[in-house]
């Protein structure tokens, strides 16, 4: 037994899966085809897998026909287990999942005549089945010249061959145009009315509500919900949609009004309403009132939207590794404040030493140049006290020769005294010619203190 | 079973790859009694017979059946065929077996054929430069036994290849015989304890159909049966383990 299997217990159903899972394996580990399938399909008549691409229709063929194992789960068709049972039920399922595979040098005849051999099945088949799929004259064609539509009706041919019980077929119409797509539901309808079972595969909703009498709706590899088609995709649900200025407001007046509300940027869908114009009166009584009211039919997506169970928001247990991102995020978080908090202390110590510097440097331009100045104000000083002495000297010669003049007779007693005055009053009087240099470096006491003097002055 | 069986063989004939390839086994079988033709006074047919020209002659048609029986069960073509099938027919061991067998009975007639124009090209060539090198009669009858030898090898190659293909389902199964090929000649058939249990050797030694030789002993060794067990092993236990992965895996 290649995988557990829980018994079912014996019924007049089709088709019955109890718990079905296959998950498979990708380069992000394992996905879920399907999940807990617990299917119910009624002997007789169109059953349609309804659902939205990745929903687990074709996974669920796949399962059903053998071309898969299931990871966990029970299958029975006609109360045989399988796939255990499949050989017991060779002849009795035709199946068209996924391309044919024939060959494309050969006619579609050609093709159909060697499934047959294999199958055991008589040639004489081959053209009941060509005929029934209204194939007869273009079968002769090699496979590789048909078109989408006939290549259908040939893998349809080729389900058929065996005259089964149970027809299964995925997405029938998936690439036909409208007239292809309206044959092949014909075909499937009139094979439903001859008392075969048929299985089909769709994610087109009205294709399931043409040709199904029940339906199964899929959703994330789970069954949404079974039964009859006018239960549950009758024609007289619709999907409005509404736009008006104030949706967040409209959307939460709508809800509490009991509608269910689909919110899609500016617009609001409204789905399975039975009356439009009651969407308009739960609005006037909040005082909005909207730009545009369109009734639309339903699509699957609103189906599938209004079929989903409506799961209470309750506080989800982070997981480990979860808690260990978010712990991992918070620390982030802090060291990221910490460093920009550090990185705006150093800016802030830069620009005050920054300051500092600019005032140091400020103040000694100011002492420089006040320095500069005394000096030269000393200088200046300088130069003045030496014009006022040797103002002084010559005031003082004159005065002497007057003097001389006027005192002849004690010129020639008084010469040294004079001289000595002389010295006396200007001890810088220049003398000759080689003693100047030193005396200009080396000044004299009296010369000194004078200087002082002045710098005092200067200073006041 | 034998409509399944019948059902691969018209499937198996039909693809335009297995067509390439019969006529790539034909155009090389011609090559090769072309560039004989310009030599054949060199050596005596007895002479290439034993040195072992033949049969290396005789192992590219032994791969290309090993390519075809890659490119049997190989492909978009032959997955949606194996899974048309398996809607008609959910036995999966038949389905299965009948693979193995439609890709080894497959490749007979194309192998024969090149055989058949190889051992007689090479028996006209020499015995037109009368460079037979032994009685024809005896010659011939090696030759066609080597043919047959060389034919049930190809059957080998191709189920064999058939059932790798299942297991690796792409067509590198096809270089991935050619590295093993390769790595086998330098490192297994270089060394000489190994050699016994070297692919390549042993294809050969069965070609040649040796019947005794000198083992490293001195002990008189039966190379043809071990070369016949060797290599009936080696494909059976490949298509057994085809046979198990085909069971439970999930067809695409």
Known sequence: MPYPVRVIPGSDTAVETLGLRKTYRSVRGRVVGVDGLDLRMPAGGVHALLGLPGSGKTTTLRLLTGLAHADAGAIKIFGVPVPDGLPDLAGRIGAVVGEPGFQAGLSGRRNLALLASAAGVPRTRVDEVLARVLLTDRARLAYGSCSVDERRRLALAAALLHDPDLLVVDEPSEGLDAVGTREIRQALRRLADRGVTVLVATGVLTEAQQIADTVTVLDDGRVLAQGTVADLLGDARVSVRVRLDEPGKAATTLRAAGFKVRADGELLHVDGVAEPADISRALAKQKLFPGELAPQREDLAAVVGRLRPVVPQTPKVPSRAEGRAARKAAEQQTADRKKAADQRKAAKEAADERAAADVEAAEKAAAKQAAADDKAARKQEAVDARAARREAQKTGAKALLSRRASEPSSASDGQGTADADTAKADPVEPGPQKDQGPAKKAPSKGQSQSQSDNRAKGSR | ?252
């Open chain 2, 1 to 252: 079973m034998t409509g399944l069986l019948w059902a691969e063989l018209r499937r198996f004939g039909v693809r335009p790859a297995i067509r390439w390839i019969a006529a790539g086994m034909l155009l090389y079988v011609v090559l090769v009694l072309g560039l004989e033709a310009f030599e054949a006074d060199a050596s005596t047919l007895a002479g290439l017979l034993a040195d072992g020209d033949i049969s290396f002659y005789a192992m590219t048609p032994v791969f290309l059946a090993y390519v075809a029986g890659v490119l049997l069960v190989t492909g978009d073509a032959a997955s949606g065929g194996t899974r048309a099938l398996l809607t008609v027919e959910p036995r999966r061991g038949r389905v299965y077996w009948s693979k193995v067998v439609a890709a080894g009975v497959a490749v007979l007639p194309g192998v024969a054929v090149a055989c058949a124009v190889l051992g007689l090209g090479m028996y006209g060539l020499h015995a037109r430069a009368d460079m037979l090198g032994g009685p024809p009669s005896e010659l011939a009858l090696v030759l066609t036994w080597t043919g047959v030898r060389a034919l049930v090898l190809a059957a080998c190659a191709a189920a064999g290849g058939a059932a790798l293909g299942v297991l690796v389902r792409r067509w590198w199964a096809v270089p991935l015989a050619a590295a093993w090929f390769l790595i086998d000649e330098r490192v297994l058939g270089a060394s000489s304890p190994a050699r016994h249990w070297s692919l390549l050797a042993n294809a050969d030694a069965w070609v040649r159909g040796t019947e005794t030789a000198l083992s490293g002993d001195g002990l008189l060794a039966v190379p043809l049966l071990h070369s016949a067990l060797l290599l009936l092993g080696v494909t059976a236990a490949l298509t057994l383990l085809g046979w198990v992965v085909f069971r439970y895996r999930d067809v695409r």
